[in-house]
């Protein structure tokens, strides 16, 4: 059973569009939620983290989060060609080291 | 400040054969990780450590996985008799405390052939 899924993709959006990347999570008691961003070849940086239900949002990302059904979601605006990566969800594991969890990915294309 | 380092960059060894990971983590950060990731998969995690001692293991799949830290900051991840299904991306991260945000360094690629 998987821990963490993704869409896989790949998904492909125009420049300008609305990114919209879906991540669902199994252990109803994890706390914490990540985004990162991989570039291919590169390693995953961070853009953005979500502790409590609801929104968040920085700049053009907005995180959403509902733990009621295990699910959190990126939205990214006005998206730009230089969006175009692998998107990875992590969730912190709780107890002991609170690794963490990665889905597969999701592969964005922002065509100009 | 310089961020997580790796070395070497790519490791291209023979099967069998035995190699080193060695990781340099961000000054000042105690939590240490060392994750796998193969081609179209995410990040699997390894190892943990928090100061010195490794605080999980349970992610190493075989005892021919090994890691250390004996200082507290650098670590290395030792791969004894290496195996084709071996070769992956392996990326540390380190993070001010358990709790904290990880940051990844540019990883180490290695290939068995």
């Known amino acids: 059973q998987k821990e963490v899924e993704q869409n896989s993709g790949p998904l492909s959006v125009p420049e300008g569009a609305i990114a919209s990347l879906n991540c669902t999570y199994s252990d109803r008691g994890s706390q914490s939620f990540f985004w990162y961003r991989q570039y291919s070849g590169k390693s995953p940086e961070l853009i953005m983290s979500i502790y409590s239900n609801g929104d968040k949002e920085d700049g053009r990302f907005t995180a959403q989060l509902n733990k009621a059904s295990q699910y959190v979601s990126l939205l990214i605006r006005d998206s730009q060609p230089s969006d175009s990566a692998t998107y990875l969800c992590?969730?912190?594991?709780?107890?002991?080291?609170?690794?963490?969890?990665f889905g597969k990915g999701t592969k964005l294309t922002v065509n100009p | 400040g310089a961020g997580v380092s790796q070395t070497p960059s790519n490791k291209v060894t023979e099967k069998g054969k035995y190699v080193e990971l060695r990781c340099d983590p961000i000054s000042g950060h105690t939590a240490l990780y060392w994750y796998r990731q193969s081609l179209g998969q995410g990040p699997e995690f390894l190892i943990y450590?928090?100061?010195?001692?490794?605080?999980?293991d349970s992610g190493l799949p075989n005892d021919r996985f090994f890691a250390v830290r004996p200082e507290g900051s650098v670590s290395t991840l030792k791969i004894q008799r290496t195996e084709r299904g071996d070769s992956a991306v392996y990326l540390c991260a380190s993070s001010p405390g358990t709790t904290d945000t990880q940051y990844f360094g540019p990883g180490t690629r290695l290939t068995v052939l």
């Open positions: 450590f928090q100061g010195t001692g490794a605080a999980d």
């Open positions: 992590a969730v912190r594991w709780r107890g002991g080291s609170e690794k963490l969890v």
